[in-house]
């Protein structure tokens, strides 16, 4: 890392670690979370950081995550085609690529439902 700019220099990342986004879902409750599907079938669930002691996300801050859904070998075998979150349950996302079909769960690295 370049000391001082927090951010990554090209030659820091190794190019197998890199993921493409295929499409993307942005939470429309209010709740200021994204989930972004990848060419590699896996999930990137992102949320900004609440202001402390309150319900309200950070205002003017970026988005981040600490977690990847389906590296742990339950990914789509290929790109995500789409992403859907439920409108009552808002931790629960429909996702579909590979002639497949897989529910997930924020908090869980491995779907709770896949067809296959």
């Excluded at 001082?4 to 493409?20: F, I, M, Q, Y």
């Excluded at 590699?40 to 981040?64: D, H, R, S, T, Y």
């Excluded at 990847?68 to 579909?96: W, Y």
Aim: proline share 6%; aromatic share 6%; glycine share 10%.
């Amino acid at each position: 890392m370049k000391k001082g700019t927090g951010k990554p220099r090209t030659s820091d990342v190794d190019a197998s670690e890199l993921l493409n986004a295929s499409c993307f879902e942005v939470s429309s409750d209010g709740t200021n979370r994204m989930m972004i599907g990848t060419e590699q079938g896996i999930l990137l669930p992102l949320k900004k950081p609440k202001v402390q002691g309150g319900a309200q996300p950070m205002p003017g801050a970026e988005f981040n995550s600490n977690i990847i859904l389906g590296k742990d070998g339950e990914a789509h075998h290929g790109p995500i085609n789409t992403i859907s979150q439920h409108r009552k349950q808002t931790d629960l996302f429909l996702t579909v690529g590979d002639w497949s079909a897989k529910i997930w769960q924020e908090e869980t690295n491995t779907p709770i439902y896949s067809t296959t």
